[in-house]
């Protein structure tokens, strides 16, 4: 299936340029803390839910290329999917670009199947969009932030700097290994950082990657329409 996303890039010293993306392959990573205790401290959230831990961690999970959108809005089955600010990661004319997204997750379907429940939602990203090679060298330094909305109360949901999660360098040797190289058109969204106060099922959520050094920052925001009126659910 064709997937073609409009991006705009942000490159230093240079007017905003658009890219029209061609997206390939998408991967999810999951439970990719650079600390393991914040490893766990997600495991335990998932296991609230009833989700059980991977068999490998970190681990990966691959989703259709249909399954990505720049879009502020998304549709959703039922009331209980959520999502996770993650930093995105993505390759276009041989060069690589980073980005902030949401891996928006069915949880009650993740109970069941984790890959399945991956499928079950759009991952939403921002449309603005970095050259990788700009913040290589303080890429640690950058810093992730989520808010919710729920019930009309905006609130912080996660908020942690990118050292809390493997370095791009990390999946990149790992995609070499695993299938030949990070392709054209591959995208993987980072896995997450931990949340404040839990797991929220929000009406919307706000997403920031924040660059200290460079004193710049990406946003993007989008809501969730929950699907009704059918007679059939899942």
């Keep these: 299936m064709e997937n073609i996303l409009k991006l705009c890039v942000n490159r230093l010293g240079s007017p905003v340029s658009e890219i029209q993306f061609p997206v390939t392959r998408i991967f999810n990573a999951g439970w990719a803390g650079s600390d393991r205790a914040a490893i766990q401290h997600h495991i335990d959230e ?35 999917t959520s999502g996770e600010v993650e930093y995105v990661l993505f390759k276009h004319n041989d060069e690589l670009y980073v980005t902030v997204g949401s891996d928006h997750t069915d949880r009650r379907l993740e109970a069941h199947s984790i890959p399945k429940a991956k499928n ?70 980072s896995g997450t950082i931990g949340t404040t106060a839990g797991l929220v099922v929000g009406d919307s959520y706000e997403l920031r990657l924040a660059d200290p050094i460079l004193n710049r920052a990406i946003r993007h925001e989008y809501n969730c329409e929950i699907l009704s009126g059918a007679i059939e659910d899942y």
Aim: glycine share 8%; hydrophobic share 45%.
């Design 46 to 80: 998932l296991a609230e839910m009833g989700v059980s831990a991977p068999q490998f961690i970190p681990t990966l999970f691959a989703l259709g290329n249909h399954m990505l959108t720049t879009s502020d809005s998304i549709q959703v089955h039922g009331d209980r």
């Design 120 to 189: 079950m939602c759009l991952n939403v990203m921002a449309q603005d969009v970095w050259p990788y090679e700009e913040v290589r060298a303080h890429f640690a330094k950058l810093e992730l932030t989520c808010w919710v909305l729920k019930d009309g109360e905006r609130s912080l949901y996660q908020k942690d700097l990118c050292s809390a999660l493997l370095p791009p360098e990390y999946w990149l040797n790992d995609f070499e290994t695993r299938i030949g190289g990070f392709g054209e058109g591959a995208v993987l969204f």
